[in-house]
């Protein structure tokens, strides 16, 4: 079991910036996929980014060339940079390996 811990979340600005991080625990993180998701109110968890153990990564239509996912091994962290933010992006969001979810950081964009 792997435990993560999702920070970096906050209030910014249409068109602002910020990088969410989320530090793993228990296991490599960079053994596995581990991926990025959020959920706005009301709607179900979706996908946002994924970085796979090889380091290819991949990404929703959504946020194609406004996020960045990448990955710390030495720190077993990976992060989401998330630049040109729109009030649409302003959900909760989390990091998932191997089936493990951690608990969340809110960004909200206005």
């Known amino acids: 079991q792997v435990q993560l811990v999702e920070s970096g979340g906050g209030s910014v600005q249409v068109g602002g910036s910020l990088r969410l991080s989320c530090v793993a625990s228990g296991d490599t993180v960079g053994r596995y996929c581990t991926g990025w998701f959020r959920q706005k109110p009301d709607k179900e968890r979706e996908g946002v980014a994924g970085i796979e153990s090889d380091g290819s990564t991949s990404y929703a239509d959504s946020v194609k060339g406004r996020f960045a996912i990448s990955r710390d091994n030495a720190k077993n962290t990976v992060y989401l940079q998330m630049n040109s933010l729109k009030s649409e992006d302003t959900a909760r969001y989390y990091c998932?390996?191997?089936?493990?979810w951690g608990q969340g950081t809110q960004v909200t964009v206005s």
């Open positions: 998932m390996t191997i089936g493990d």
